[in-house]
């Protein structure tokens, strides 16, 4: 687990064969996972946000691109390589 303000911003992790695992607040109790695979940071007027770009869910898919409040992140990211088994 990384802290996400030691991420590359604008970064395409695609690259170097690994994607990264945000952990999103929907609800108090509710945390969802979102695997990306670049993300950035857009400052809005009142709000910042969070820019990332899914992965598709099978190749054929074109990636979907989601804006989320940047405080119901939580901080802590999972960089995951391409390949390596994830236990959820």
Not at 6 to 9: A, I, R, S, Y
């Given at each position: 687990m990384q802290n996400i303000n030691?991420?590359?911003?604008n970064y395409d992790y695609a690259q170097?064969?690994?994607?990264?695992?945000?952990h999103h607040v929907v609800k108090p109790r509710q945390i969802?996972?979102?695997k990306a695979d670049w993300f950035d940071l857009n400052y809005g007027e009142k709000v910042?946000?969070?820019?990332?770009?899914?992965?598709?869910?099978?190749n054929n898919d074109t990636p979907k691109y989601r804006r989320?409040?940047?405080?119901?992140?939580k901080p802590l990211v999972q960089v995951i390589e391409k390949g390596e088994r994830l236990d959820d």
């Open positions: 030691g991420l590359k911003k170097e064969n690994c994607y990264l695992i945000f969802k996972k979102i910042l946000w969070l820019l990332v770009r899914e992965l598709p869910k099978t989320i409040k940047f405080k119901n992140i």
